[in-house]
């Protein structure tokens, strides 16, 4: 059986650093870690072979030489996938379709020939008969058993596959070389229930881990392969099995000393490891340099309403400073529309912002993914309008609490504000200035000189932000020479994240500024219309009965008549 793996390509987005990519010499951020660890699964004997479109293009020769042809996806990738699906019929070759998506959604992907949502670990058996015409569910859908598809239960949790026999992904399908990190996981799953989270309900509240043996035996693979930069650790959140998470710890730490420390590590986690001083320094000696938080917003009571609690029991910017002093920079997740939300919050995450070392803050208009909390809380309301496509920069896919006309705009002014040249250099700075030296940071080699002079030529001498460019440079050469591979990083990554404001974000929400106020006006117009209808109706209506004078025989036939109308 001849397999082709195909990853969809991603659409111009925040996280796909799409303008960073030609700076660094690299095609894309991570490869596709969902279908390298499907082909580790697959019966040994099969050929595969794996392309990803957001490094190379998908040929017809790559379909034709397969059998199957599987793809995995996210939302945001949807079209991509369809696209794929339909060329792979047009030439002949089924399809199985997999991933977040068609685990959240699977009746959105029936033009694929099978439909595989959920996990993948301990059905491999059962996708191998349905791709061979046995025991094909009716809808040619392959669902988890019942209690895992119930969500965030523990009857769910219960029966979702345990992770210690989960391979190693086959790191060798793709070229590393074109990617700017490698990425591997250590757990699935959160304890925690933000009600807009799709996590929980794919994975569970339960975290499930691989074992530290597990880990070190995929970052064997990667460093046999040649691969020597900085490694993503999946888990949405690393901390989230804590006592797991200590003993991975010390073994990477081990390892990271006994290798010279080639992987410059970084992950996802919640705001409370921030409390936790001997975790933190725990991964600093392994040698992580980041974490993203998921710190939404700085209003509590928006927290509460999320489900959101663990950020309310914490000081956020204490937490963020504690992280970046301690050396993990803190990456942030921003979320506005919430329905407790005001005119007020945009300038509330304005200010929170600005007041902490968080250069890459992510903000995003709050959406119900589908089937979560949120989706089906608002179904119930009556407030969703279309499903979600995993953009969250245009209008939400329900009926916000605040007038939609505001939220747009301030949500356009706070994406200009914060990725203004001026406010996003600024943060920069302020990294750099609390950033100590440790383990994991970036050094300089062959490949960061070559960074630094095309940041230079792009950035410093013709982009609109140089002045910023040489104020950094010049306090890291004076100050922070230990950070100074860092903030040219991240000034190859406000490229991006300026220029794609710039050029794509905000002309987006303007022109749904513009929709919104059409649609506003047609609505208008239509109710002017029906009531112009109802007041000639009416008229019509009186005038009916409303005798002719010459037919009234007598003053009192007429009297008659005015009292009908009048009752």
Not at 183 to 208: A, H, K, L, M, T
Not at 226 to 246: H, L, Q, T, Y
Not at 510 to 535: F, K, N, S
Not at 540 to 564: I, K, M
Request: one cysteine or more; glycine letters at 6%; hydrophobic letters at 45%.
């Amino acid at each position: 059986m001849r397999i082709l793996l195909v990853y969809p390509q991603f659409p111009l987005s925040y996280w796909g650093f799409q303008h960073s990519m030609k700076l660094v010499g690299k095609a894309a951020s991570l490869p596709p870690l969902g279908l390298l660890t499907v082909a580790a699964l697959l019966p040994a004997r099969w050929s595969l072979r794996c392309v990803d479109l957001n490094v190379e293009p998908l040929t017809d020769q790559q379909l034709l030489w397969a059998d199957q042809v599987f793809i995995s996806g996210m939302r945001i990738q949807a079209q991509s996938m369809h696209e794929i699906i339909a060329r792979a019929r047009a030439l002949g070759r089924p399809t199985v379709v997999g991933g977040p998506a068609a685990s959240t959604a699977p009746e959105d992907y029936l033009d694929a020939d099978l439909v595989f949502s959920g996990e993948a670990e301990g059905r491999i058996d059962a996708l191998v008969r349905a791709m061979s015409g046995e025991s094909v569910p009716r809808d040619r859908i392959l669902r988890p058993c019942a209690a895992t598809a119930g969500g965030t239960s523990r009857a769910a949790d219960r029966t979702r596959p345990a992770l210690d026999q989960s391979p190693t992904p086959r790191f060798d399908l793709v070229d590393l070389s074109r990617y700017t990190s490698a990425s591997v996981q250590f757990s699935r799953g959160c304890p925690f229930n933000c009600e807009f989270c799709d996590i929980i309900e794919i994975y569970g509240r339960r975290p499930r881990v691989k074992t530290a043996a597990q880990v070190l035996a995929e970052l064997d693979r990667l460093y046999a392969l040649g691969f020597r930069r900085s490694v993503f650790i999946v888990d949405d959140n690393f901390i989230g099995n804590r006592a797991a998470a200590r003993g991975l710890l010390a073994a990477l730490g081990r390892w990271q000393r006994t290798h010279g420390y080639p992987f410059e590590l970084y992950t996802e986690a919640s705001v409370n490891l921030a409390t936790d001083a001997q975790m933190v320094r725990d991964m600093v000696e392994a040698g992580f340099s980041a974490v993203f938080l998921g710190i939404e917003t700085p209003d509590a009571e928006s927290l509460a309403s999320a489900q959101k609690v663990q950020n309310t029991i914490v000081d956020l910017r204490v937490a963020v400073d504690t992280l970046t002093s301690a050396g993990l920079e803190v990456m942030g997740g921003f979320i506005v529309g919430f329905d407790t939300d005001t005119a007020a919050a945009f300038d509330a995450q304005r200010e929170f912002i600005a007041s902490v070392p968080v250069p890459l803050a992510m903000v995003g208009l709050l959406s119900a993914l589908p089937g979560t909390q949120l989706w089906r809380r608002l179904e119930r309301e009556g407030r969703l309008r279309h499903d979600f496509n995993g953009d969250q920069l245009e209008r939400p896919n329900f009926e916000p609490v605040m007038d939609e006309e505001a939220l747009l705009r301030g949500y356009a002014e706070l994406l200009a504000e914060i990725y203004s040249p001026r406010a996003y250099y600024a943060r920069c700075r302020a990294y750099v200035e609390r950033a100590p030296a440790t383990p994991g940071r970036k050094r300089t080699g062959w490949q960061h000189a070559a960074a630094l002079v095309r940041a230079t030529l792009k950035i410093g001498l013709r982009g609109p932000a140089r002045r910023e460019y040489w104020r950094l440079f010049a306090y890291c050469v004076l100050h922070a020479r230990h950070a100074f591979a860092g903030a040219i990083g991240h000034a190859i990554m406000g490229e991006h994240m300026i220029r794609y404001t710039r050029e794509e974000v905000l002309p987006r929400i303007e022109r749904a500024l513009r929709e919104l106020r059409a649609e506003r006006q047609r609505a208008a117009a239509a109710v002017a219309a029906t009531a112009e209808r109802e007041t000639r109706a009416s008229a019509g209506d009186a005038r009916q009965l409303t005798p002719p004078a010459s037919r009234a025989p007598n003053a009192d036939f007429e009297r008659v008549a005015n009292a009908t109308w009048s009752s």
